[in-house]
């Protein structure tokens, strides 16, 4: 009985869930159970009424003894049970709010152009903003006695470099590095040494365009230019061409944009004319091409360098051009995030 009785202890002891436990009672006490089995194993008949007596309170004490700390283990692993399961979180306090970050508008204007022009079969491509004389003004038929230099105050660098008053500059480098035929969009900041005021900016966002091929005419730069305000205003866009100078294009335009909001009657937005300004383009000056080593005589093309800034500015209704570098949290996150 004693050794019984220390086995139990001992089996009771590394028992620590409630199935090990009840696996312990059975093995004890259960039906077929070693200490209820005891009198059946034990030569009982043999003994004296003494000794029964004496056995059976020892065998009762024994399974007293055995239900009791059966009990009380049971007990101390219902106890133990849901403190092993708390985390410590209280899921019923309120949640803190995330702050998402925003995209700011001219990355929108950007992403969006950059699907458009994708749809059509353009390669978007990167430039660097900081620019060699060269690309910005001379391989873009802009020599330097040419007038057109004074009208885009530059910040120069050293060693001849500068940067770049607008996108044109990586034309060039554009056909060089793909070569011909080419459809591609260049999106980027440029600088321009400018008083700041609501409507100039020292730093601004221009889109560049180009496509180069064979036989490529005004009425593919037009639809090209169409379907692109149509697809950024969701309007079917009236576009009309007026005669620009460019150094780098040949003819030169400028692509008005009819007024949207007063269909051509004129309001206060188009100045009364009906018409908005908006992309400078053209077909390519032969010189151009010449400078990025492609044959005029073979192939043309157009470009057209898009003023993203002034884009955001009409299709979000923003008022001041000094509000889109300021950084300022509570006006850059104001924009939907999925145009
Ligand atoms: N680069 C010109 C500007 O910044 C715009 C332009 C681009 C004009 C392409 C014609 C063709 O003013």
Not at 193 to 221: M, W
Not at 295 to 304: L, R
Request: charged share 20%; with cysteine.
């Amino acid at each position: 009985m004693q050794a019984l009785k220390e086995q139990f202890t001992a089996d009771l002891a590394a028992a620590k869930t409630a199935d090990a436990i009840e696996q312990v009672r059975i093995k004890y006490l259960g039906k077929k159970g070693s200490i209820t089995n005891l009198a059946k194993n034990t030569d009982f008949h043999s003994l004296s009424i003494e000794e029964k007596k004496a056995f059976g309170s020892k065998l009762n004490e024994l399974k007293n003894f055995a239900e009791q700390a059966l009990a009380a283990a049971k007990e101390a692993a219902a106890n133990a049970a849901p403190a092993k399961k708390t985390t410590g979180l209280d899921l019923t306090l309120p949640g803190t709010g995330r702050t998402l970050g925003s995209l700011h508008p001219i990355t929108l204007i950007q992403m969006e152009l950059e699907s458009i022009f994708q749809g059509m079969g353009f390669t978007v491509v990167p430039s660097p903003e900081c620019e060699l004389e060269f690309y910005n003004f001379d391989a873009v038929n802009i020599p330097s006695d040419h007038p057109a230099r004074e009208m885009q105050d530059t910040y120069w660098l050293k060693n001849q470099m500068l940067m770049r008053t607008h996108t044109s500059a990586n034309q060039v480098r554009a056909m060089q590095k793909l070569g011909v035929p080419l459809r591609a969009i260049f999106p980027g900041r440029c600088f321009r040494n400018e008083a700041v005021d609501p409507s100039h900016e020292n730093t601004f966002y221009q889109c560049e365009g180009l496509v180069v091929d064979k036989n490529i005419s005004v009425a593919n730069l037009i639809a090209v230019m169409k379907t692109l305000l149509s697809q950024i205003f969701h309007y079917e866009a009236t576009v009309r061409l007026r005669q620009g100078f460019f150094p780098f294009v040949e003819p030169g335009f400028e692509l008005d944009f009819q007024c949207q909001l007063c269909h051509g009657e004129g309001c206060s937005t188009c100045h009364g004319t009906g018409w908005l300004e908006l992309i400078p383009c053209g077909l390519i000056h032969p010189r151009v091409l010449e400078h990025a080593g492609v044959d005029p005589n073979e192939y043309s093309g157009f470009a057209f360098g898009v003023g993203l800034t002034r884009l955001a500015m009409m299709k979000f209704g923003i008022p001041d051009i000094r509000l889109l570098n300021a950084g300022d949290v509570r006006f850059n996150t104001q924009f939907p995030t999925f145009v």
